[in-house]
C-alpha cells in the first residue's frame, strides 16, 4: 500500500485517459441495511423524520439518502483480512501521491430499506488535463457510481470529482 492508503495506479496522462468509459464492479456491500444503524445516524445528525424511525410510517423505515455512501463502506478490519477493492478513481494511472475529493453529486431514486443488500458499479467519466491549483498540480477524476439494491432497482446515483496531485516541491 502506498502512502495515499489507496494503492494508486501510476501511470501517464495519456494511460489515464485510455481508461475512459472503464467500469468496476460490481462490489457488494459488507453490511446490509439495517435499521438499527439508521437510527445511530439520525441520532447523530438529531433528524426527527418519522420515515426513519417509525415502522409503521408510510410502509416502514427507510435510510436517509444522505446514508447511501455509508453502505459501501469498506470495513477497516475483517477476522479474514479480507479487503475491499480500491475505488475506480485509485485505479487511474496517474503521476501524483495524493487523492483528495473535489465535490460530488447526487440523484436518488428509490429507498434503501432494512434488510437491503446493496452494490455499486463504477465508470469513469473523465480525466482533466493536467491543472494547477492551490494545493499542486495534477488531474481532475471524474466517476460516477451507480447503486443498486439486491432486486437490481438503481437507488441512487453519485458523480464524484477527485483531485490526484503530487506534493508541492519545498
Excluded at 48 to 66: F, H, K, L, M, Q
Excluded at 95 to 124: C, H, M, Q, W
Excluded at 150 to 164: A, C, H, P
Aim: aromatic residues 8%; negative net charge.
Amino acid at each position: 500500500m502506498d502512502a495515499s492508503g489507496f494503492g494508486l495506479a501510476v501511470g501517464t496522462y495519456e494511460e489515464a485517459r485510455a481508461m475512459i468509459g472503464a467500469v468496476s464492479g460490481p462490489h457488494s456491500a459488507q453490511i446490509d441495511v439495517s435499521a438499527a444503524l439508521i437510527k445511530l445516524f439520525c441520532a447523530a445528525v438529531q433528524d426527527p423524520n418519522p420515515r426513519y424511525w417509525d415502522d409503521d410510517v408510510e410502509g416502514g423505515i427507510v435510510a436517509p439518502p444522505a446514508m447511501l455512501m455509508t453502505w459501501l463502506m469498506p470495513l477497516e478490519w475483517t477476522p479474514t483480512g479480507q479487503r475491499s477493492e480500491n475505488l475506480l478513481a485509485a485505479q487511474v494511472p496517474l503521476p501524483g501521491e495524493i487523492l483528495i475529493n473535489v465535490s460530488n453529486e447526487a440523484e436518488f431514486y428509490t429507498d434503501a430499506r432494512p434488510g437491503d443488500k446493496l452494490y455499486v458499479t463504477e465508470r469513469l467519466v473523465e480525466v482533466s488535463p493536467k491543472k494547477t491549483t492551490s494545493v499542486g498540480s495534477g488531474h481532475f477524476i471524474t466517476t460516477c457510481s451507480n447503486y443498486y439494491n439486491q432486486r437490481d432497482e438503481l437507488i441512487g446515483e453519485i458523480t464524484n470529482v477527485m483531485f490526484r496531485f503530487g506534493a508541492p516541491e519545498a
